[in-house]
């Protein structure tokens, strides 16, 4: 029976315990609370960055709806020039106020069916295909006449791009007649030539047509396909005759608002938006529909490229929550060990009252529940001050974390003073040794089922709190496998150390060899808050080599690659003329299915790229692949065959291909060419598969397909496709503008989407990688759990020194009566103290540093660089050498200043009574 005077009595002597217990419980509170706010707030604005770099390369938002000529007579007039602006804006506007404020400006275009080019060249056997467009807010630099405007005497007044001037072949001031399959004809005259700026590549991505001619497949042979834009007068002037039917487009740019910012938001807004119904917000006669710029509109439909830029960023923050997971979970158990040291010592202080209630007939359970009683207060207390500490230094209108982790951490506080009492030792001389090898077999086993199960989970987007925990379990065996190794260690330098002439070496390392199970948690606080820096220094420096290797891959390791269909790539003389250039590098590839003539396995979807290696190496010396290449000779390899049957090419294959089928001819299906052979003469070495001169082709996303190199005469005879990127690679410090108007004014935008070349430059990519929210967040999380957790180890040992100081006082005060000086005293405490420090700090190491490796595939640091394969494990030696030096000063310097401290003590107060001098 819990005798409540009792416990009102012990209190007393509990606060400071309990003080202790309440400030580690609040300071962990605020950690769990406070940093999903403000991890949540970094995000957000990591989320902003991204979408703002996407949109910079793609459209993300638009919609486009096709119309019909109207049936009825209602509003048979197509309408003024400014009324199909005004359509246009108003349905613009319906939509942005349909789906909120996150869409930001809005510009709309109209655009013709095609129409057939008469009385010019008719390149490939067939009349130029071109379209008539009409953007908004199209300000072009014009470098030949003017802007499109009225046309007199029923002309349309049209400007184009100077690639399409030229693949046209027409001049300023020529008239030529479209004539169309939908029934319209129109005479155009040409009044205006532009240069494509890089600048307003939004423009070039709605319309790509209209910066250069395409080549695409006719009926029969090829045909040119083109775009000519034209003011909105001219496209009424089309329509004024015959009701040319028209396919609208709008398109957005994305700016998150504060509630707008988080994926979900977004999400949500799309949802919102693709449920849009126009039919209520146009003028409509009874059973004609809606009708926009005198025509009725048949359909609208919503172009969405943000979702895959959200899905892409939801799967690397939920990764990066599994890495920062590490650093809280490491933090949560420095504080609960810390808070067990805290019990232990309010402990050693109660033992002689503890003893005496025994005696009297208390059991341990009795105790135990006494000291849960004292303890409680400090829950509450403390919850409540992390709450509100959580709540003054988080960012303003966030939600805070969930509080089960910091429940759970006040509940094993709370239980810290209990679990110590009711721990102790007996006092058999054996039972403690069985105890102790029961309990480090349980700790193996259980961490050993741990590792299996994360191992065997592999990498997981979800929360995982068994991943979380493990480094913990990791520790704690460190811990007891220390125990187990340092004791003889330290006797056998106490042992060489008896044969110096000094008393104070032996003193100190005997001393230093009465490791137990006193020694656990200043040992797992220390071992966990330098394993948690080194691991983040890890984390950090992979994350930061990774970014490098990235930025390397998707340019192809070169300064500049342009990347983009093959027929749509510039001149590699044009762009070896630039200044700085040093050589230049095609990379060929397209896709196809293999079918193996030796079984009739079929791999679809295989890979094939042509390079020149000599090529290659003269725009990266050191290319593995270029490397490879010229080893096998593939450079001047032969093509195999006979005359007139299908040609044999010679390639090399990736390892698993060449391992199954070594020497093995597969028939190609791809399209671009008729059917052919390879024959693998050899196997990609695992360095040049993973060159960086293959990544502008091959792209980000792991390869699941196989994968096919060709050199010398085997590659003019590869597939030419449209669909499948291949890369222009630019050596040494080529001149942006020149490559910049090579890629934009020329050959297609900068970054758009479909039939356009993107250029890439080396440091942007690199600048973009390191600008990433996420990373930056990772690095906050493993600095502030770091720091927190020197702090916290710190008081641990303090606590310790305040545990032993009785004892280590009267041992000093014997010592002194026999001679030993100041400086020896301070030597002896910082001699008792060096063994377990300096298996704290080769713990902390190894545990920081093997971490990845002990996690396998379960550390999921690719989806933080990105890339296609994991970054290599960089660890940061400089911050693994400043975390040991860091902890070995900061503890040491504890105890010598406890070692002055007590110098002034005298020498009789230290002994008990009975005891002499």
Known sequence: MIQWWLVRREAGAAWPVVGVLAGLIAVLTAVVLGWPARFDRLTDRALAAEVGQAQSLATLVGAHGETEPALSAWRSDPGTPASQDDDLDRVGRAMEQHAGPWLGERRGQAETGAAAVQGLGMPYGHAPIVRLAYRQQADLPYVQGRAPGAGADGQVEVAVSEATRDGLGLTLGQHVQLASSDGWSARVVLVGVFRTDPADARTWRQLPLAVAPLTVNAEVGKELDGELLTSRDGLAQVRSGDRTPLTLGWDWTVTPGPGDGTVDGLRGRLAQLAQFDPTALCDAAPGVGCELTGQRLTTLTVQDGLTPVLTDFADRRARTVQVQQFALAGLLTVGVATGFAAARLGGHRRRGAFELQRLRGAGRGQLAGRLLLETAPAVPVGLGAGRLLAALLGPPGTTLGAWLPA????????????????????????????????????????????????????????????????????????????????????????????????????????????LGAAAVPVLLVLILAMGGGVFGGLVSGTVSAGRQQVADWRTGGAPAAFVGPVDRLPDPAAAGRAAGARGTAAVLAASGDLTAQQDGTVFPRATLVGVDPAALRAVDPGSALATALLGAGLDRAPVGGAPGQEPVLPALGDAALAAAYPDGTFEVAAAGRAGFLVQLVGTLPTGAAGDPALGPVLGDQPRDTALLVFAGPAVPLLPHQSGHDSALLVGGAPDRGTLALLAAGRYGSPGGLGQTVRLRWRDQELTQLRADGLARSTDQAFLGATALGLLLALGTVLLDLLLSAGERGRTLSRLRTLGLGGRGATGLGLLQALPLLLAAVTGGAALGLLLPTALGGALPLRAITGGPADPAVRPDWTLTAGLGAALLLLVLGAVALEAALSRGQRVRAALRLGEEL
């Open 407 to 514: 429940l759970l951490a006040a509940v094993l506080l709370l239980c810290a003073p209990a679990a110590v009492l009711l721990l102790a030792p007996p006092a058999a001389a054996r039972r403690p040794q069985a105890r102790r090898l029961v309990l480090e077999g349980s700790v193996l086993l259980l961490t050993a089922a741990a590792l299996a199960g994360v191992r065997l989970r592999g990498d997981s987007a979800s929360p995982d709190p068994q991943l979380a925990l493990t480094p913990s379990l990791l520790a704690l065996v460190l811990v007891l496998a220390l125990l187990r190794l340092v004791p003889p260690l330290v006797r056998l330098a106490a042992r060489t150390a008896a044969r110096g002439r000094g008393a104070v070496p032996l003193l100190g390392l005997a001393r230093a060899t009465e």
